[in-house]
């Protein structure tokens, strides 16, 4: 038996062991950021690190983080080989139970080959697969240790924004040093045709305060020439983007490496189906598909399974063309709204004259014309 089937013979062998195990892990409620949950993390950090232990990990440790504890384990036992760090967390996202209607979040059910739970696939499915992996290397070689030597983090804030990995990483750097870094809490392709995810999007949290009118004011009196906090936050919004989703500010993308041909072409043979994918993502549309399709006739990549992408990419086109127009259309009015904010459009409350063009003095709740301006009440 060679070593390929060798790791699928112990996988089809230990597959009902590890479904217990994780349906075991996923009866512990691990919510982040909720307080009364706390000690359901402490559990939880606890309960891996008694799987790596079983593993054969001799060297593991809770390290605590600012919301919940992170698991950290070491397996060097293999000089000048690589040392792979696999991060991931043990932390679940809080549960609304309107969307459990079927089975409880923290009571796993198997079905039609799935196993449902909280936390069944982000992520503690990953970081069991992992250790799962590692059995399985072991069995299939003979190997007392890993081929490669092995670090584990595993915290338990992620889903609440990893308010303490910096300090984490930062009071522990030279334990975490590694050649690679595996990160598993990502999207899997396809059931059919695995793929790894080798990069992922960054974030960076901004905090911005627009300042408007001193009180609420009145809208049909001064909303003309005062401006809109909300209108103004949205057009720096939609400034952000170009029409393509690139980021807009200036030099951001200098530092950014362009991705190579031989990538382009990788990505480009990934099966996909624009359907397929709207219905798997929850998302109504996709940007740009005609880019997309264009990008995948370039590499020749056969379409045959995806007869719908023109039609959609067309449908797509039109709808942005109408999106042009909208945005050219409320230009215009705005345009006007403001001409209108100048002109003869009111008359003085006190003597019922019209107020003539750029004479307008708006004032809140209510316009007067120049002569009568100063003695308003």
Not at 107 to 132: C, F, M, N, T
Not at 142 to 171: C, F, H, M, Q, Y
Not at 305 to 326: C, R, W
Request: hydrophobic content about 40%; aromatic content about 6%; overall charge negative.
């Amino acid at each position: 038996m060679n070593h390929d089937d060798a790791v699928r013979n112990y996988l089809d062998h230990t597959t009902p062991q590890y479904l217990d195990k994780l349906a075991e892990w996923i009866r512990i409620p691990s919510v982040a950021g909720v307080p009364e949950r706390q000690r359901h993390l402490t559990r939880s950090a606890n309960w891996l690190a008694g799987e790596l232990r079983d593993a054969g990990f001799p060297s593991t440790e809770i390290w605590e983080g600012v919301q919940g504890p992170a698991v950290f384990a070491e397996w060097k036992a293999a000089p000048g080989a690589p040392t792979i760090l696999i991060y991931s967390h043990h932390d679940v996202r809080a549960v609304k139970d309107e969307n459990w209607d079927q089975t409880a979040p923290f009571e796993p059910v198997l079905r039609d080959g799935r196993l449902y739970g909280r936390g069944s696939s982000d992520a503690k499915g990953q970081v069991l697969a992992h250790i799962w992996g590692l059995a399985a290397h072991l069995a299939a070689t003979g190997r007392t240790t890993p081929a490669v030597n092995l670090k584990w983090l595993v915290e338990g804030e992620e889903e609440a924004g990893s308010p303490g990995l910096s300090a984490i990483l930062d009071e522990h750097r030279a334990e975490l040093g590694a050649d690679a870094v595996i990160f598993s809490d990502t999207l899997l392709w396809k059931a059919e045709h695995p793929a790894l995810c080798t990069t992922v999007r960054g974030m960076v949290p901004v905090h911005l305060e627009v300042l408007g009118p001193l009180t609420d004011i009145h809208s049909g009196a001064v909303s003309g020439p005062a401006p809109n906090p909300a209108l103004e936050i949205s057009r720096m919004l939609t400034e952000l983007h170009d029409e393509k989703g690139r980021i807009a500010f200036p030099a951001f993308y200098d530092s950014v490496e362009e991705i190579s041909p031989t990538r382009r072409e990788e990505l480009a043979a990934l099966p996909f189906d624009p359907a397929d994918w709207l219905e798997r993502s929850h998302t109504r549309s996709i940007r740009d598909i005609t880019s997309v399709n264009a990008a995948r006739q370039d590499s020749n990549v056969d379409d045959e399974h995806d007869p719908e992408g023109s039609t959609i990419a067309f449908e797509l086109s039109q709808a942005t063309a109408l999106l042009k127009q909208s945005r050219a259309s409320l230009a215009q009015i705005e345009a006007a709204l403001g001409r209108i904010s100048q002109g003869t459009y009111g008359v003085c409350s006190v003597c019922g004259a019209a107020i003539p063009e750029g004479r307008l003095e708006a004032r809140p709740w209510t316009p007067f014309c120049v002569a009568h301006a100063s003695g308003r009440p």
